[in-house]
């Protein structure tokens, strides 16, 4: 159950990641998106980014409190959660009934899926397992209710529970993910994702090193979940988030070894991995200007940008620089209700934002910085995503501001 909006052709062989920045900067300048250097230079200068990059950028929470028997099977973890990385778009109900957020959720349902493996017969996480796992499991594991409570048709005062609402949409489109991605699998004969993505980092288009365009090219190829792409009123987008996501986070689980246990790609280079919290964040940061966009993208953030806002969003954290305490929060109120086009343009927007950004912080003449913030022009597009991801829920007034919302798509 991948997407229904039209789909483009795939990008021409070895050209995929350049597909990705050169349909995202089309689309963006097509909806009339502007990122102004001013911009850029007032957020890599700010003492927002300049106090909490290097502390909030190398926070990839990837390692896992978790025994896996070997290095494949870690490896098939981080595919399959990576595989389930979206659900942005039901933050709010998840929150309500769970306390806690997208990733957050995947993450524990992915570790109770391994470790109801580790502890049962048949492994869960197998090619074979992930088409056994139910919408009534999934959403038993993930501990949310899928029934909607409504009044009889004809017996008054009666009450009746059916499937649906957000969360039966949701457990919906886990399962339907598990299960069509197990069924690929299977039929080309791998025992299960983690096998597969091994395969995938083995392909070099040119050289020795592992090369991100061709692993990247054989995930989305085979996985129909991994295939994040659309025609926006016939001009193609590829945007890969879970896809370029999972192979980052390789690079940062086994590349640090001085013998990796599987080829790794350099993703020093990798678009960023666009979801709703990136392009949200970088309209609420003054860096994505919606002012004279097109379709209908000028009003959906009607608060953010002002001077302000972003005076007091660019200064230091409020009260002190520690991040906010982890404890159960209100649910967040929920932002701004998409279109699937819309969301594909403000994405698109984002990857091309920090292209742009890092271009600038390369290019920016470091005689004219202080010593202590020359380090800028070393940023990269992977460590400006998850200083961008995590910088939002680090800061109690980053938190609070709107992400926009798209349901019903399976890709981020
Ligand atoms: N661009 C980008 N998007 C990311 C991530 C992650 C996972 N981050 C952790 C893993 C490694 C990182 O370093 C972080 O420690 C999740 N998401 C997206 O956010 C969405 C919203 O989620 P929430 O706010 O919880 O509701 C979620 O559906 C998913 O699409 C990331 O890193 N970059």
């Keep these: 159950m991948a997407s ?15 597909a990705v920045k050169e349909s995202c900067s ?19 200068l700010s003492p927002a980014f300049l106090n909490s990059f290097k502390r909030v950028s190398v926070s990839h929470g990837l390692a896992f409190p978790l025994k896996f028997p070997t290095l494949l ?7 399959i959660l990576s595989l389930l990385n979206f659900a942005s778009g039901y933050r709010v109900p998840l929150h309500e009934q769970t306390g806690r957020g997208a990733w957050d959720n995947i993450r524990a349902f992915t570790f109770s899926l391994f470790i109801s493996s580790a502890t ?90 592992a090369s991100l365009d061709a692993t990247l090219e ?90 302000e806002k972003l005076s007091t969003l660019l200064a230091a954290p409020p009260s002190s620089d520690t991040p906010a305490p982890n404890t159960k929060k209100a649910p967040p109120k929920g932002g701004p209700i998409l279109t699937s086009d819309q969301a594909y343009i403000l994405r698109a927007a984002a990857v091309d934002a920090c292209e742009l950004i890092v271009k600038f912080a390369r290019e920016v003449d470091i005689s004219t910085l202080d010593d202590d913030v020359k380090w800028i022009k070393d940023i990269t597009l992977p460590d400006l995503d998850i200083w961008l991801w995590a910088v939002a829920k ?19």
């Design 4 to 18: 229904t909006v039209p789909v483009p052709e795939f990008p021409p062989s070895g050209h995929y990641v350049a």
């Design 26 to 44: 089309a689309l963006r300048q097509k909806a009339n998106i502007s990122v102004k250097p001013e911009a850029i230079r007032r957020l890599l």
């Design 73 to 79: 099977s870690e490896l098939n973890f981080l595919s």
């Design 120 to 209: 049962g017969s048949g492994s869960l996480l197998s090619a074979a397992g992930m088409q056994t796992i139910s919408e009534q499991q999934v959403a038993e594991i993930m501990g949310v209710s899928v029934h909607i409570e409504r009044p009889h048709e004809t017996i008054p005062g009666v009450t009746v529970g059916e499937l649906s609402g957000p969360m039966f949409e949701l457990v919906r489109r886990i399962s339907a993910t598990l299960k069509e991605t197990g069924e690929v699998l299977q039929q080309a004969g791998y025992p299960d994702l983690g096998s597969f993505v091994a395969e995938c980092l083995k392909e070099r288009s040119s050289g020795t090193s």
């Design 218 to 307: 054989k995930l989305v190829r085979a996985i129909p979940a991994f295939r994040d792409m659309a025609l926006i009123d016939g001009q193609a987008v590829y945007c890969f988030k879970k896809a370029l996501f999972l192979i980052h986070a390789v690079t940062i689980r086994f590349g640090a070894s001085a013998s990796p246990p599987f080829p790794i790609p350099d993703t020093s280079q990798a678009p960023v991995f666009t979801d709703n919290v990136l392009p949200s964040l970088l309209v609420h940061l003054g860096v994505l200007d919606l002012s004279e966009a097109s379709y209908t993208l000028s009003t959906v953030f009607p608060d953010a940008g002002s001077e």
């Design 394 to 412: 680090d800061r109690p007034d980053y938190r609070k501001l709107e992400r926009f919302v798209l349901q019903h798509t399976v890709f981020f």
